[in-house]
């Protein structure tokens, strides 16, 4: 089973920046897309960023330009850089795999960006 922690959220300002990370456990991580996901009060868990193995990346239109996904396989290791951050930005982060792995949802990471 798929074992996924989240780390590096916090409170930031507007235009503020942070780093999150994403540990994974087993060897498939190597083979899957990978996804950053976020959720916010009242609202549907949404697919903010992916990447496949071999490096494929979209993003959501909302975080295009402010926000970068990467990989690290050797460390089995997710990434999402974000800039600029906006207050509308605020939510738990996750990370998964596309399609999502099942019973594999860790906490998630909270981010809020607020003055």
Do not use: H
Not at 71 to 91: G, I, S, V, W
């Amino acid at each position: 089973q798929v074992q996924l922690v989240e780390s590096g959220g916090g409170l930031v300002q507007p235009g503020g920046s942070l780093r999150l990370s994403c540990t994974t456990s087993g060897n498939i991580f190597k083979i899957a897309t990978m996804g950053w996901y976020r959720q916010s009060p009242g609202k549907q868990r949404e697919l903010v960023a992916s990447i496949s193995y071999d490096g494929f990346i979209d993003y959501l239109d909302s975080v295009k330009g402010r926000f970068t996904i990467s990989r690290d396989n050797a460390k089995n290791t997710l990434y999402l850089q974000m800039n600029y951050l906006k207050p509308e930005d605020t939510a738990v982060y996750y990370c998964n795999g596309i399609p999502t792995f099942q019973d594999a949802w860790g906490q998630g990471t909270q981010v809020t960006v607020s003055s």
